[in-house]
């Protein structure tokens, strides 16, 4: 439909990041969520973060699956490459790709519907294998598409639109991250894209399974009082275990904040996080520590954003399993069939 379509030209002197691009080469076509929807301003924040990163869009791969969260890949980075698969097989589809080509950044955008339902379990293994990818859920405890229901991450207690309360115990796919083994954990809120960003600069950054789990409030069907996952709800009960800053390897580091209250976390590429701590005593290397923080400050209806945990030396996929470093489209026809002797020895290793 081309009235979706995005005019070519833009302003000459719009800012330009270190590969000449501006915000609108990030960009993709017009948005036909509900006006004021939180996942545009997720997809928002990818845009920013991919640009402040000098990423060239033909190295992105973005996937989802099925949901508005899922048609948002159609509205960000329109140069990269893009699957928009079935309801809740993102995951798989994501993995099979990863391990085809480990040179692409991977982008897994999906909803609470799409990851804590009916992809419940493709969601669990993608993270438990360490598949190297951002992994975004869009989560506004609804399905949206079909007007509305309760999904599994709708709080026990909460309303819906028309004023049915949910009994049903919640999903919080945070903490399920954590006790799969993520290796990188955090939360964030459409609304707070000074938070948002640079949790999404890491996350791309980061090597193995790094998972953002992101409140993204419905405006048609769970912005009302009674819902837990409203912009009003969010922005009252919103704990930030800290707030970061994420600086490249290639960029100078330099932190302005008060001493004794930032923490730097190094990556594995030399990538680092300054994190603007507001517990004390809060511990972004330990699992265990982070999943009783969330339980704790969810007991008091408080909703935990920023870096929960971060793993000092994480792995991915191909370490796990030994992979070709050269993705398999650009292997020879004798590397990808070595002959019988080959299949021999592969075969009686497994004996």
């Known amino acids: 439909?081309?009235?979706?379509?995005?005019?070519?030209?833009?302003?000459?002197?719009?800012?330009?990041?270190?590969l000449g691009f501006t915000h609108r080469d990030y960009e993709g076509s017009i948005s036909t969520l509900c006006a004021g929807c939180g996942h545009d301003s997720i997809s928002s924040a990818i845009i920013e973060a991919c640009f402040e990163l000098s990423i060239e869009p033909h190295?992105?791969?973005?996937?989802?699956?099925?949901?508005?969260?899922?048609?948002?890949?159609?509205?960000?980075?329109?140069?990269?490459?893009?699957?928009?698969?079935?309801?809740?097989?993102?995951?798989?589809?994501?993995?099979?790709?990863?391990?085809?080509?480990?040179?692409?950044?991977?982008?897994?955008?999906?909803?609470?519907?799409?990851?804590?339902?009916?992809?419940?379990?493709?969601?669990?293994?993608?993270?438990?294998?360490?598949?190297?990818?951002?992994?975004?859920?869009?989560?506004?405890?609804?399905?949206?598409?079909?007007?509305?229901q309760f999904s599994a991450t709708a709080d026990r207690g909460s309303k819906s639109k028309r004023g049915a309360v949910n009994n049903d115990s919640s999903i919080d796919l945070v903490a399920i991250a954590l006790q799969l083994g993520a290796s990188f954990v955090a939360r964030s809120f459409s609304g707070d894209k000074e938070q948002l960003v640079p949790i999404v600069k890491a996350a791309i950054e980061h090597r193995g399974a790094a998972f953002i789990d992101c409140i993204s409030p419905c405006v048609a069907f769970n912005n009302h009082a009674g819902s837990t996952k409203s912009f009003d709800y969010v922005r009252e009960h919103n704990e930030a275990v800290n707030y970061l800053d994420y600086m490249t390897p290639r960029a100078p580091i330099n932190v302005e904040y008060d001493p004794g209250k930032v923490q730097i976390v190094e990556q594995h590429d030399g990538s680092?996080?300054?994190?603007?701590?507001?517990?004390?005593?809060?511990?972004?290397?330990?699992?265990?520590?982070?999943?009783?923080?969330?339980?704790?400050?969810?007991?008091?209806?408080?909703?935990?954003?920023?870096?929960?945990?971060?793993?000092?030396?994480?792995?991915?996929?191909?370490?796990?399993?030994?992979?070709?470093?050269?993705?398999?489209?650009?292997?020879?026809?004798?590397?990808?069939?070595?002959?019988?002797?080959?299949?021999?020895?592969?075969?009686?290793?497994?004996?």
Not at 8 to 18: E, G, M, R, T, V
Not at 74 to 95: D, E, I, K
Not at 300 to 314: C, D, H, P, S, W
């Open 59 to 148: 190295r992105v791969a973005k996937l989802s699956g099925i949901g508005c969260s899922s048609k948002t890949p159609a509205y960000f980075l329109g140069n990269s490459h893009g699957f928009n698969s079935v309801h809740g097989r993102m995951p798989s589809v994501l993995t099979g790709a990863n391990l085809a080509n480990r040179e692409l950044i991977y982008l897994g955008v999906s909803g609470d519907g799409d990851s804590a339902s009916i992809g419940f379990g493709q969601f669990a293994h993608a993270i438990r294998r360490g598949v190297n990818m951002a992994y975004i859920v869009e989560n506004n405890g609804v399905y949206g598409l079909t007007k509305g």
């Open 272 to 351: 680092t996080l300054a994190l603007r701590k507001l517990p004390a005593d809060y511990d972004v290397h330990d699992r265990v520590a982070a999943m009783t923080f969330l339980q704790h400050h969810a007991a008091k209806g408080q909703i935990v954003t920023g870096l929960l945990y971060v793993e000092r030396e994480a792995e991915d996929l191909h370490v796990h399993l030994n992979t070709v470093e050269t993705p398999l489209n650009a292997l020879s026809e004798k590397q990808l069939c070595p002959g019988s002797a080959m299949l021999d020895k592969i075969n009686a290793s497994l004996r």
């Open 1 to 18: 439909m081309s009235y979706l379509a995005k005019p070519k030209f833009h302003h000459p002197a719009l800012p330009k990041n270190a």
